[in-house]
């Protein structure tokens, strides 16, 4: 078993880190920053599938992955977090971690959806959960406005870029540069709806 490459393992290194260095004593905050935009965008994509093939689900989907594939992370990072907030309380919490991130490393199984996703990403989750309880890491190099901005908007693109990509798709566009395309107009989307839209919404859903 090994690390598949994927740039959702940047999420998680970066969901593990931030679990450690939080200072909030409030978990039902954090909980609930995953599970109303999980729940909203499943209703979104649900109702797609349901106009598109007659079911809410897609084959093979479930619960823990959403009506479309790419919303399992967020019902693992919620399960992550509930786990890791509690376990900081203790004061090996970080080695523990780091020794199941290389237990599950090691494990090969074959399961239905999401199995595979969560048995690639929670090494690194822990990884980075690990190495925010022992170091710091500098983000002077990012600070840069237009950085932060982009960066704000960057779960957000991960929430709707499958309906760019169905859009897209639907009016004929393709070819080799259809991701970088597909980015860039769900970048402009959330961009736009982040502006026009009112910020109390948009900051529960993206």
């Known amino acids: 078993f090994g690390f598949r490459p994927s740039g959702v393992l940047i999420f998680a290194f970066i969901s593990g880190y931030f679990i450690a260095v939080s200072k909030s004593q409030s978990l039902t905050k954090k909980v609930n920053r995953l599970v109303i935009p999980f729940i909203f965008w499943s209703c979104v994509y649900g109702c797609i599938n349901l106009y598109l093939s007659g079911s809410i689900f897609r084959e093979g989907n479930n619960l823990l992955t959403g009506p479309d594939i790419h919303l399992w992370y967020l019902p693992f990072v919620i399960m992550f977090t509930i786990v890791l907030f509690n376990l900081k309380r203790f004061e090996y919490c970080d080695l523990l971690a ?109």
Do not use: C
């Open 98 to 206: 780091l020794f199941t991130g290389l237990i599950i490393w090691l494990i090969d199984i074959e399961g239905p959806a999401p199995t595979g996703q969560y048995l690639n990403a929670a090494p690194i989750l822990l990884i980075g959960f690990y190495i925010g309880r022992n170091y710091k890491i500098k983000t002077s190099l990012f600070n840069a406005p237009i950085i932060n901005k982009v960066a704000g908007l960057t779960f957000g693109v991960y929430l709707a870029h499958p309906v760019t990509i169905l859009v897209l798709r639907h009016i004929g566009l393709t070819g080799v540069m259809f991701p970088i395309l597909s980015f860039i107009v769900t970048l402009l989307g959330v961009y736009i709806a982040s502006a026009i839209l009112p910020k109390q919404f948009i900051n529960k859903i993206v």
